[in-house]
């Protein structure tokens, strides 16, 4: 009798030591994923950027209210440009970038980039309806490469929370 529950929980245990090193797996693989697979040095440059950027749309919310089109142009612009790929990056670095962050990163900077640009130019010709809109497409975007690549950082972005808030 006791040989077959010897038996049994080895059936039982055996399941268990696989299910364990497989999240231990996947966690590895996600802390280096997104930005903190890059260097110190290439994460603050990118760190850097992300607080100008972010003081640039803070200071839109004001301008956009107050109907101060030139100054939303103005900063648009600014952001347009803050690529962190057309800094002065050396090139062993601009060579980590491109193999520490995943097509899709770039991708969703590019287009926010975009965005920027597309709110510089209905800014120009004093768009208000479009100027909201690009806008809200800018912070969307922020928030969906958020989500993806910096959930370390806002961890209330993680797909993993997201579907927490929806079991029922």
Not at 24 to 44: D, K
Not at 102 to 127: C, N, T, W
């Amino acid at each position: 009798m006791r040989i077959i529950f010897r038996i049994a929980l080895l059936f039982l245990l055996i399941p268990t030591i696989g299910y364990g090193e497989d999240k231990h797996h996947q966690y590895t693989f996600e802390t280096t994923v997104g930005v903190e697979a890059l260097s110190p040095e290439l994460r603050e440059l990118l760190s850097k950027e992300m607080i100008a950027i972010q003081n640039g749309m803070v200071s839109i919310i004001p301008a956009y209210s107050s109907g101060n089109w030139g100054e939303i142009a103005i900063t648009a612009g600014n952001i347009e440009r803050s690529y962190i790929l057309k800094q002065s990056l050396t090139g062993s670095q601009v060579h980590e970038l491109h193999l520490a962050l995943p097509p899709s990163f770039i991708e969703k900077d590019q287009r926010f980039h975009y965005l920027a640009g597309m709110l510089e130019h209905v800014a120009k010709e004093r768009k208000s309806e479009l100027i909201n809109f690009y806008f809200s497409e800018m912070t969307e975007s922020c928030v969906g490469c958020h989500s993806v690549f910096a959930t370390k950082k806002f961890p209330a972005l993680s797909s993993k929370e997201k579907d927490e808030e929806h079991d029922h």
